[in-house]
């Protein structure tokens, strides 16, 4: 028999186990007439019929759920399993190097995605499955293609600020006009473009980044930075709590904590730090290729990227999903078109070639 | 014969065990971790280099030894009186001290770390009392600083540092301490030329455990120190995971092991460790 079609036996009769069309007894006669038993055992589903996806766990785990797998699920018959281990950088080259990857998607930083794949370890995505057209423009890179957008913003204390609100990374720095202490972002990604701008550099002009004239601009506000915030929760809790008056936050969290503060906290996209996060794949990822960029294809649609902007205030990737966004989530769209106007792109090309360096001598000097 | 045979057979699997373990699960990743510090980026000793010439890899290191230094003597000091209590107390006192030994030695080290959070933060237990008594018109900034590092460390360290005091204590015989005071010794004379030397090599392995374990903390700075209190253990997680330099992460690995391993070395020769278990 040729192996081929031995092997398309064994999925008719698993799909049909699944489906609930063939007992167990029947199923498992059915291998071992096909002389492939030893293969597969139902219940214990195999490497090619499970798909791993990978992102930054807590909320964000049954937020997929809704928004992207159970639906791929039903449409494809593959299991999903979500791991909410975190993907990254080093985390993915561990994989890699080890040579046996377990990840088949992962919700990765881009510039992680870039430079792993220029160092031969990423599956470039592949266009003729996932739709350029569906993506943002301008956000299509050759190692990883938009999952949503994220912004970094300026949140603060509104019982405070409430009567002139800061609108821009020069209020934030202005201690005098903004009394109190402020909080910051300890792996630095948007940190150096706010120093920046700030200390008045045109955001058109931003990159290439000037790290050192970042640097002595944070080394200026370092005295009132009670806290380099490592996890978005503790972005929140530090505003709650009142232990800083203005924080750079991940716009998400700053709406989480305007929701839970009942406008007490209160934040703006003026002069955010926009940028996706990218579906990565593995190089010999465990599913193949193939399967993942079907997956990530899957995920472009309109209908599931508003889903994971209600679920969790993620921006959608694809343009036309803004037109289904419900009026009271407009405001926290971090992608669509007036909310993208009042911020800066995030470039990942910088990243990709500075970012261990820069982030080097930014703990030096948050350390000091 | 047969059941010589038998025990000699049961002595070298026995033997063999721990080795045979210890070979292929630490032996050879760590050999492993040595090849990365020499051929990552590429072959050569730049990362060792770089260990000892880059100043911002210089401060973390020394940021490391300072506050372990801290640690270490207030912790070796705060274990002193509490085992001296422990051993030497009333039975009421003795139940107090194992309850305030061994309660915060069960509770895992990231909850200990967030509980001082809780307490220390502006609106927190801690700037309440103060508040509310008047002590302070302003609340402190006493959560995210070296402070709160230091003390949380020193929550976690101090049950380390009283076992080996309290057995050292326990060996103590009463009546030495009975003949010093018989002869004339005042009580203070009795414990700095009598009880303090004998308890010495208690506080030696004291000072040796706190200080090795304190080098490898790691959540304890990273959730209390506000993000700006790197050391050495988070600086080799951030080489591996965010930078991905790898070459660099192993030799400062190596750098760490190498002088846990000098130091133990030179406090072992300096008091034998080994009488301890008698």
């Known amino acids: ?368 | 014969m047969g059941s010589v045979r038998q025990t000699q057979v049961l002595q070298t699997v026995l033997l063999w065990t721990l080795p045979v373990l210890v070979l292929p699960f630490y032996i050879a990743p760590l050999l492993g971790v040595f090849e990365w510090s020499l051929s990552r980026p590429e072959p050569g000793l730049q990362n060792y280099v770089r260990l000892v010439t880059d100043g911002d890899v210089i401060a973390v290191l020394l940021r490391t030894f300072r506050i372990c230094l801290l640690v270490t003597l207030i912790s070796v000091l705060c274990a002193y009186l509490l085992a001296y209590h422990w051993v030497f107390g009333s039975p009421a006192r003795r139940l107090i001290m194992e309850i305030c030994i061994f309660i915060p030695f069960w509770i895992s080290v990231l909850i200990r770390a967030f509980g001082w959070i809780v307490l220390l933060r502006t609106k927190g237990v801690a700037n309440d009392i103060l508040l509310f008594s008047g002590v302070i018109s302003d609340p402190l900034y006493l959560v995210r600083t070296e402070f709160s590092v230091v003390l949380g460390m020193v929550h976690f360290m101090v049950p380390f540092a009283v076992f080996p005091l309290a057995s050292v204590m326990r060996q103590i015989d009463p009546k030495i301490l009975l003949a010093s005071r018989g002869m004339g010794a005042s009580a203070s004379f009795t414990f700095f030329n009598a009880f303090l030397p004998l308890t010495l090599a208690g506080i030696v392995a004291a000072i040796i455990i706190v200080f090795v374990f304190s080098l490898g903390f790691f959540i304890t700075p990273a959730v209390l120190g506000g993000g700006k209190i790197v050391m050495i253990a988070e600086y080799i997680y951030i080489q591996m995971f965010q930078t991905t330099n790898w070459g660099f992460g192993a030799a400062l690995s190596v750098g760490l092991l190498a002088i846990v391993a000098i130091l133990s070395a030179l406090l072992f020769r300096v008091i034998r460790p080994e009488r301890l278990v008698r």
Request: proline share 5%.
């Open chain 1, 1 to 368: 028999m040729n192996k081929d079609f031995k092997r398309d036996c064994v999925d008719l009769l698993r799909s049909k186990y699944e489906a609930g069309q063939l007992n167990r007894r029947t199923l498992l006669a059915g291998l071992t007439a096909l002389g492939v038993s030893a293969v597969w055992r139902p219940g214990k589903a195999g490497a090619a019929d499970q798909l791993v996806v990978v992102n930054w766990g807590g909320d964000a785990i049954p937020a997929y759920e809704q928004a992207f797998t159970k639906s791929f699920s039903t449409a494809t018959g593959t299991t999903i399993q979500i791991d909410g281990s975190g993907p990254l950088e080093g985390s993915m080259k561990t994989q890699f190097e080890s040579g046996s990857v377990r990840w088949d998607v992962c919700d990765a930083e881009p510039y992680s995605a870039l430079r792993l794949g220029r160092a031969g370890m990423i599956e470039p995505i592949d266009y003729s499955i996932v739709d350029k057209s569906k993506i943002e423009p301008g956000f299509a890179d050759e190692f990883s293609a938009p999952s949503y957008f994220y912004s970094h913003v300026i949140a603060y204390d509104a019982t405070k600020f409430g009567a002139k609100p800061p609108s821009s990374w020069a209020d934030f720095w202005d201690v005098e006009k903004y009394p109190g202490k402020r909080t910051l972002y300890k792996w630095m990604t948007g940190v150096l473009e706010a120093a920046l701008l700030a200390d008045g550099v045109d955001p058109a002009e931003l990159y290439p980044l000037d790290v050192d004239r970042a640097l002595a601009k944070i080394e200026g506000l370092k005295p009132h930075v009670a806290s380099f915030w490592q996890s978005g929760a503790e972005s929140q809790q530090l505003l709650r709590d009142g232990e800083v008056s203005m924080g750079f936050l991940w716009h998400t969290r700053a709406s989480l904590t305007e929701r839970d503060t009942e406008g007490d906290v209160r934040w703006t996209f003026d002069q955010g730090l926009v940028t996706p996060s990218g579906w990565t794949v593995i190089k010999n990822n465990p599913s193949g290729a193939k399967t993942a960029m079907e997956f990530i294809a899957h995920c472009q649609k309109p209908e599931y990227q508003v889903i994971l902007l209600q679920e969790l205030g993620n921006g959608p990737a694809n343009p036309a999903a803004h037109a289904l966004v419900p009026a009271d989530f407009a405001s926290v769209d971090a992608s669509s078109k007036e909310n993208f106007a009042r911020q800066i792109a995030i470039q990942s090309e910088w990243y990709a070639e500075h970012f261990g360096g820069a982030l080097d001598k930014y703990l030096a000097l948050i350390g000091s």
